[in-house]
């Protein structure tokens, strides 16, 4: 009786999640610790350089942030010398104390200084919005190794399975030769293609290493000794088109969400503050100024006060604010250009990504379907072969088609998740 694609579906899924399980166990006998991707995110979020950096970043634009409004608050100083004189008529000497205490606050510069502080916080919210970017990078960049990590194991497995078959048609080719039912023709077409599998399953090996190698450097944790991935819990069912937001909506929520697009929304702000600080280079300033002095031949004495105010400006700066303000024009308007390129990005991002997600479900059932196909197939060429009306070249066909369909299907669902994980992504959602 046919299998309708649904049960088979579900059918191969358990198979493939018990067989998952297996590989899982078989990795924490060999390795050190098995490791679940939250654990692997954890393990990245908390180590990777790149977010170190991000965090560092931040901390330093706050401290300029601070700089700046540290400007508008008093500034105190204190200062004493000693200072002796002599004469070379009399040979006497005398010497002098001079201390003072002053004070210095900016009553007002016009705005300058608001403007100043109102770029160095944009500055601050730019270098959040990058960091909630780098995070984002790394979350999905940790899931995508993690997924290709586990499809380069389930790879292992079918260059392993493989392998098996092509030794169990060797051993009854050897069998019939040796009773005079085939040829010597079918022991080394036999022979030949149990090597291309010994080949195919070094070379398993090998990708499944540099998978591990690659997850470890998404995880900013390179020196890392190998571990176990665990198994995924998800259900094929969540491959399926009816929780995926529809395009226009997924455009919609990433314009409004994408970290990255947000930091250069802020930029755009940040530039047209820029104009405005530039015109105001040449503002007045009005600074409030005290002091008390005391001193004499001894340290205390004479004591003196002193108040001021000050209005300071410049009358002519050959062009300078003119160039200045010109040169945060024309970054204005890059700002603007880069903005507009960058939603142009993000649109075409969460398009590319939509469309891979919602593939992925008629991905995975075309390859289920071809995989039960290639089974039968292998199934009917080698029992051909085994009563004698079968030729070696069946059964190698029907084995390399069976191992790939079987290779395609692990790399149908694996490349569906990930591509849920990338338009999660483009949307924003990833890592926040």
């Known amino acids: 009786m046919m299998l309708t694609r649904k049960p088979l579906l579900l059918l191969m899924f358990f198979s493939l999640l018990f067989s998952g399980q297996a590989f899982s166990s078989g990795l924490a006998e060999a390795d050190s610790a098995v490791m679940s991707l939250e654990e692997c995110i954890e393990t990245a979020l908390s180590r990777h350089p790149d977010l170190a950096a991000g ?4 901390a330093a634009s706050e401290a300029r942030a601070g700089q700046t409004r ?3 608050y008093p500034s105190i100083g204190f200062s004493t010398g000693f200072t002796e004189r002599s004469s070379t008529g009399t040979g006497s000497s005398e010497g002098s104390w001079s201390s003072a205490i002053t004070l210095s606050q900016l009553v007002t510069d016009w705005g300058r200084t608001h403007a100043s502080l109102k770029r160095s916080l944009l500055d ?3 270098r959040t919005l990058e960091l909630e970017a780098i995070r984002s990078d790394v979350v999905f960049e940790v899931t995508r ?3 290709q990590l586990l499809k380069a194991g389930k790879d292992l497995e079918v260059a392993e399975e493989t392998l098996a078959l092509n030794d169990e048609r060797l051993e ?4 019939f030769f040796r009773v005079g039912r085939v040829s010597r023709y079918d022991v080394t077409a036999a022979q030949v293609s149990r090597s291309n599998a010994n080949l195919a399953l070094i070379q398993a090996r090998t990708s499944r290493k540099e998978a591990m190698t690659s997850l470890k450097a998404a995880m900013g944790f390179t020196d890392a000794p190998d571990f176990g991935i665990a198994g995924f819990e998800d259900d094929p069912g969540d491959l399926s088109q009816e929780d995926l937001l529809a395009l226009e909506r997924a455009i919609e929520f990433a314009l409004g969400n994408r970290p990255d ?3 250069y929304k802020v930029s755009l702000e940040s530039a047209e503050n820029s104009v405005t600080l530039a015109r105001l280079d040449n503002a007045p300033q009005l600074h409030l100024s005290g002091s008390y ?3 004499s031949s001894g340290f205390w004495g004479q004591d003196t006060w002193r108040t001021g105010i000050t209005l300071s400006f410049p009358l002519y700066d050959g062009g300078l604010q003119r160039e200045k303000t ?3 024009k024309a970054n204005l308007d890059g700002a603007q250009a880069r903005l507009e390129a960058y939603r142009q990005r993000v649109v075409s991002d969460v398009t590319s990504a939509w469309l891979a997600a919602s593939d992925s479900p008629e991905t995975v059932a075309a390859a289920a379907e071809g995989l039960r196909m290639a089974l039968e197939n292998l199934e009917i060429a080698t029992g051909r072969y085994q009563v004698g009306v079968g030729s070696p070249l069946e059964v190698s066909d029907a084995t390399r088609n069976y191992t790939e369909a079987k290779a395609a299907w692990h790399s149908a669902l694996y490349d569906g998740m990930t591509a849920r994980a990338a338009l999660e992504k483009a949307m924003g959602v990833t890592g926040r």
């Open 55 to 58: 965090r560092a970043d931040l």
């Open 70 to 72: 540290a400007g508008s």
């Open 124 to 126: 601050v919210e730019v």
């Open 145 to 147: 190794s993690y997924f």
């Open 172 to 175: 009854q080719a050897g069998a």
């Open 261 to 263: 697009l947000l930091s």
């Open 293 to 295: 002095g005391w001193g």
């Open 326 to 328: 010109r040169e945060a």
